[in-house]
């Protein structure tokens, strides 16, 4: 049976459409420009961060998030950045008993963010930087299982990307739900591994209390 549910935060959770705007204006570069190159590596399969030193060689992600920080333009995201469904179905969810839980690969930052917008939702938060571990290492998700109080496979691991959210959580031996949008899932989703990996796929994040509730009454 599911008794714990888990979360990415990226296009799972957290529309990113605004936070990618302000990383086009960092870097002074057309809005559409910088999405049609991001589009662009995810298609080709490369790491997103490739994009970034497509218009600078030398880019590195880390280095330039401690620089807009320190200009005063910090990447940032609120209540108005996350989808629509993910209170209500938090809720739901939260109603049927089951454990709750947050981690994707963020920085201390956002995981900051994070416990601040979820601080009654979930019972715990985890970022890639709090643990020293980045999807989709397997020690990520060893480290889910770690902090989560039940069996991997009593876990479901939702997330929106085949490479760095599903194959690696079915090989942990969890359970997962591929939810169909951002750029990752829409390029992904009628791939093999996007049909018959997860456990579920899903429009919205509405539809998971329903499906796992059926998929425990199958189990009993």
Not at 194 to 204: D, G, N, Y
Request: proline content about 5%.
């Amino acid at each position: 049976m599911i008794r714990a549910v888990v979360f990415d935060v990226g296009e799972c959770l957290v529309d990113e459409t605004t936070e990618y705007g302000t990383w086009a204006d960092w870097l002074g570069v057309p809005r559409h420009t910088f999405h049609a190159m991001f589009g662009a590596v995810i298609a080709q399969g490369r790491d997103y961060r490739e994009v970034f030193q497509e218009f600078q060689s030398d880019f590195d992600l880390y280095e330039q998030r401690e620089k807009r920080a320190a200009a005063g333009k910090p990447e940032h995201f609120g209540e108005a950045d996350l989808y629509a469904d993910v209170r209500p179905a938090l809720a739901q969810l939260r109603a049927d008993g089951l454990w709750l839980g947050i981690a994707g690969n963020q920085t201390v930052r956002a995981g900051g963010i994070l416990r601040e917008l979820f601080t009654d939702d979930v019972d715990l938060i985890g970022t890639s930087d709090d643990w020293g571990a980045s999807k989709p290492d397997p020690e990520f998700f060893r480290r889910v299982a770690k902090v989560t109080p039940f069996e991997n496979d009593e876990i479901l691991y939702v997330g929106d990307r085949v490479d760095n959210d599903i194959r690696p959580a079915v090989s942990a031996g969890m359970h997962t739900a591929l939810v169909h949008r951002g750029p990752w899932a829409t390029i992904q989703w009628r791939s093999e591994e996007a049909e018959k990996l997860p456990t579920f796929r899903v429009e919205s994040l509405l539809e998971l209390p329903t499906a796992i509730r059926k998929f425990n009454e199958q189990a009993r």
